[in-house]
């Protein structure tokens, strides 16, 4: 599956000033990535946080289909920051961006945390961190939604991470320490283990890339 939907051509449309090279990764983004079952995902109202939100077209996403939605982003790239924040102020919407420092970790409480293709880039043990402090961070009732790629198939996992090795390590558009994919199945053992009820969402069929939600509440 490549057409990007109607509220996706709304979030694309957004960054029609940025430079050609941001405004074909957010194209790329909005064609490769299954952005409307994220949002379906998450909550329709109540404060989200869109973790490692890099250009911010997930967050604008998750604006526009829910007005009742407060969204934030937060991301270590500055530069991504700026095209994101110039979006939002073009789609008139009222997304905040805040850059963070590296090792960051959710803290507060938030009604919903997205965190979309962005645990691979942190390496294992990192990544397992993210989900602990994600966990304590969330509202009773809260959810966290994880998007990130399966390994199987194994040929599109394969393929998959090709690609990422492409833009991490030679093309140098996405910042990470590495691509290292946690299985789905760990995810969803350590939110378990964290007293999460968790429900995972295979969404590989009709995409190139092998997609998995992992979809956890917390009580409440």
């Not at 530069?79 to 507060?108: C, I, M, N, S, W």
């Not at 790629?149 to 599109?156: L, N, Q, S």
């Not at 090795?165 to 995810?187: C, D, M, Q, W, Y």
Request: proline fraction near 5%; hydrophobic fraction near 45%.
């Amino acid at each position: 599956m490549s057409r990007v939907d109607a509220v996706g051509q709304r979030v694309k449309a957004a960054y029609a000033g940025a430079p050609r090279g941001e405004r074909w990764h957010v194209a790329g983004r909005l064609r490769s990535c299954p952005v409307a079952a994220v949002a379906a995902a998450t909550p329709s109202s109540g404060r989200v946080l869109d973790f490692g939100c890099g250009h911010g077209a997930v967050a604008l996403y998750l604006a526009m289909t829910s007005t009742d939605r407060c969204v934030t982003g937060v991301d270590v790239d500055g530069g991504k920051l700026l095209h994101a924040r110039a979006a939002a102020d073009a789609a008139r919407l009222p997304v905040e961006f805040e850059q963070v420092r590296a090792g960051y970790r959710p803290t507060g409480q938030w009604n919903a945390i997205t965190v979309v293709d962005v645990l691979y880039l942190l390496g294992e043990a990192a990544a397992l961190d993210v989900l602990d402090h994600a966990a304590a961070a969330l509202a009773p009732g809260g959810v966290l939604v994880i998007k990130e790629i399966d390994v199987r198939p194994r040929w599109k996992f394969r393929l998959a991470t090709a690609q990422e090795v492409l833009a991490t390590r030679l093309l140098h558009i996405t910042e990470g320490s590495g691509v290292r994919f946690v299985p789905p199945t760990k995810i969803a053992e350590r939110l378990r283990a964290a007293g999460l009820q968790v429900e995972h969402r295979p969404l590989h069929r009709g995409w190139m890339h092998p997609h998995h939600l992992v979809v956890a509440r917390k009580a409440g």
